[in-house]
């Protein structure tokens, strides 16, 4: 089959060694995180700005379909080219961020990796809190597309609290300056934060200006046990009310514990465990975790270890963030949700999910980021039993009523994409449904800009 015109295009504009089109690199720009795969027709690296906006301006001519990348850690199926058409990575917009120490604030390309750009501004004294679980992997510009999150959400926020100013390529091929670099600008609409979270379906972003702040000097990280994850969920909620709070508390059930013992062939000595950090300066943190402590104990009868050695500290963390990768190795299929309740509800929505379990015979894992209420039910299940990926499907539409019953919403901090597609209207009603869909229609009337994304047809 001839390759599609467009193509010998693309080369004119990145040179032939940034387009690629045989089998094996469309494979691997043909999924992500997620269960959901489709190839491209070709894979597209600019190494700028003017390269990334003469490739939309084609795309938008010959009304290509194309879908932004960033390094395919998604968790929505967000960068699957479901329609083909050109996928459009930034991985070569990666050079180092431009660090303004006086004015704090950094201004990054997309392809950044996140823990890079997080040890690049910690070498001169600055904190960058925003810290996924692939953060080893993941990009900034995609952790901006999404509205990446992670532990340290229930203090510092996400990915959007941080987004000073964006520079976007738009459907047409504009080169869009929003925001600014400074911490006020209420300069009209505000479509810095319109573009941030809107998963490519709007614009690729081309460069970031990102908040950063003066790093804690101190940390201290409490691992408190409990028999029953619903008592830990109830700690949770405790913890806040009682005044205090951590910059990270997350939760990890016993099905989630065992599979990182497994993996790590480290005994974490507990059925469910609670991890609570606390950041500042020496006082504060030794302060605020003896009272966190004491409070624990004293009220739910629950161990807690808060003389812990860097070493277990180490670990802890580690198995935190290989619960993924941990509970992979439990069955041949996952499906990793992400529900998010106020935290006042935790408890509620936990219980939940255990009803949901047991009605639909699916083992179910629990962790994630309990001090926000953003939980990760994580359903295992073999792909290859017949009807077993309906019930799957069922269980998790099942999750998302739950959640938004509880006044929650359906994705913290993984997007909507493919995953979630089906459950958006659910969330936001007829009407704000629908003026989602004509913004969209609107900012890209072709609808080349990673479409199939988001609205459900």
């Known amino acids: 089959m001839a390759e ?40 597209v690296k600019p190494i700028n700005t003017e390269q990334v906006a ?96 992670g532990p340290r959400g229930l203090k510092y926020g996400t990915t959007r609290n941080y987004v000073l100013g964006l520079e976007v390529v738009s459907p047409e091929g504009k080169v869009l300056r929003l925001g600014a670099r400074t911490v006020k600008s209420v300069a009209g609409y505000d479509l810095t934060r319109l573009m941030v979270g809107s998963e490519g379906t709007l614009g690729i972003i081309t460069s970031v200006i990102l908040k950063i702040l003066p790093l804690p000097p101190s940390r201290k990280v409490l691992a408190a046990t409990f028999s029953d994850v619903k008592k830990a969920a109830e700690a949770v909620t405790a913890i806040i009310d009682n005044n205090l709070l951590p910059s990270v508390v997350e939760i990890m059930d016993r099905l989630t514990i065992e599979a990182c013992e497994s993996y790590l062939g480290e005994k974490l000595g507990a059925e469910v465990l609670l991890l609570v950090e606390f950041d500042g300066t020496r006082n504060v943190c030794d302060e605020e975790s003896a009272r966190c402590a004491e409070l624990i104990r004293g009220e739910f009868g629950s161990g807690v270890s808060d003389d812990i050695d860097p070493q277990r500290v180490a670990l802890l963390w580690e198995a ?32 939940k999910i255990g009803t949901i379990s047991h009605n639909f015979a699916l083992p179910v894992a629990v962790f994630g980021h309990a001090g926000d209420g953003n939980l990760h ?66 900012m890209d009337p072709h609808d080349i800009m990673n479409p199939g994304k988001m609205f459900y047809d």
């Open 54 to 149: 003469k490739i939309m301006r084609l795309a938008y001519e010959a009304n290509v379909p194309v879908t932004p990348r960033g390094a395919g850690t998604g968790l929505s199926g967000g960068s699957i080219p479901i329609n083909g058409g050109i996928v459009v990575s930034t991985e070569l917009m990666n050079h180092g961020a431009q660090i303004h120490k006086e004015d704090l604030y950094a201004v990054v390309e997309p392809g950044v990796v996140t823990e890079d750009f997080q040890k690049q501004v910690e070498a001169k004294g600055l904190f960058y809190p925003m810290d996924p679980a692939s953060q080893a992997a993941c990009t900034v510009g995609g952790n901006v597309a999404e509205c990446a999150s």
């Open 320 to 351: 935190r963030r290989s619960a993924l990768p941990a509970l992979t190795r439990r069955a041949s299929s996952l499906v990793l949700e992400d529900v998010t309740v106020p935290r006042s509800k935790l408890a509620s929505m936990i219980e």
């Open 4 to 43: 599609p015109s467009y193509i010998a295009k693309l080369r004119q504009i990145v040179g032939s060694e940034h387009v690629s089109t045989d089998e094996e690199a469309l494979v691997c720009y043909s999924f992500d995180a997620t269960r959901f795969k489709a190839k491209p027709d070709a894979v």
């Open 377 to 442: 039910p994580t359903v295992l299940f073999d792909r290859k039993e017949g009807e077993t990926l309906k019930q799957v499907d069922a269980a998790v539409a099942e999750m998302m009523r739950a959640c938004l019953d509880l006044g929650g919403t359906i994705s913290g901090e993984h997007g909507i994409g493919l995953e979630k597609k089906p459950f958006l209207k659910l969330e936001l009603g007829k009407a704000g449904y629908e003026i989602m869909k004509n913004l969209k229609s609107l």
